[in-house]
């Protein structure tokens, strides 16, 4: 099974400034058709998940455009140029290369200072 | 716009059965294909299993196979997940989830269901 490492477990931030969560993966995760499954979950207190990013860097529709993704092989990164307050949450990469079974990061934690 | 509602969870003693149902509207649910996730209280997410549109293929996450079995109606938009053999750490809050990309990821989520277990 692929594993993937989240850090940090938990994010301090001020508002406005820029957040940066780290995510990686036991094994590439790029498929054999070339593109790599790698996709970013928020979860705000008291919700269900959201997607926000597939295929490492693609944002779904009605995504603030202060959340961007990055990163290949096995090495990926979430970022939050400017945090508001609305971002406090529990965010989540997950794999869906190599599956089954398709797996989750331990989530990180953002909240605000 | 893509709604998924679960409902069915609820108590239950171990070794006992629960059916979960998730009722799809928004989308071509016949052409999709559809998982359940779990998140144990305090938890992260936790991948259950997986159905083709079709209903030809099946996972399951090795901590429920042989348990439970996931199936659909397309007839009815509901998919389902039966859970026998239940044990403590099955308590959790499940969620339906819409496949994206033939089997690459999940898109949009359910409000999920509490399942319970403890006798």
């Known amino acids: 099974d692929v594993v993937m490492s989240q850090s940090p477990l938990s994010l301090p931030v001020t508002l406005g400034q820029p957040a940066s969560i780290s995510c990686r993966s036991s094994?590439?995760?790029?498929?054999?058709?070339?593109?790599?499954?790698l996709n970013w979950f928020q979860q705000r207190p008291g919700e269900s998940p959201r997607r926000l990013i597939y295929?490492?860097?693609n944002r779904d529709p009605g995504v603030p455009d202060r959340f961007s993704g990055s990163g290949s092989g096995t090495d990926f990164t979430l970022k939050i140029s400017r945090v508001e307050a609305e971002d406090v949450g529990v965010y989540y990469c997950?794999?869906?290369?190599?599956?089954?079974?398709?797996?989750f990061g331990g989530g990180t934690k953002v909240e605000i200072k | 716009q893509v709604q998924l509602v679960e409902s069915g969870g609820g108590v239950v003693q171990p070794g006992r059965s629960l059916r979960l149902s998730c009722a799809a509207s928004?989308?071509?649910?016949?052409?999709?294909?559809m998982h359940w996730v779990r998140q144990a209280p305090g938890k992260g997410l936790e991948w259950v299993a997986v159905?083709?549109?079709?209903?030809?293929?099946?996972y399951y996450a090795d901590s429920v196979k042989g348990r439970f079995t996931i199936s659909r109606d397309n007839s009815k938009n509901t998919l389902y997940l039966q859970m026998n053999s239940l044990r403590a750490e099955d308590t959790a809050v499940y969620y339906c989830?819409?496949?994206?990309?033939?089997?690459?990821?999940?898109?949009?989520w359910g409000q999920g269901t509490l399942v319970t277990v403890s006798s």
């Open positions: 094994q590439s995760l790029v498929h054999s058709d070339g593109t790599t499954y």
């Open positions: 159905i083709s549109y079709d209903e030809n293929n099946k």
């Open positions: 997950m794999q869906g290369t190599h599956w089954p079974p398709f797996t």
């Open positions: 928004g989308f071509t649910f016949s052409s999709y294909g």
């Open positions: 295929k490492v860097s």
């Open positions: 989830a819409k496949d994206w990309a033939m089997g690459r990821g999940v898109d949009y």
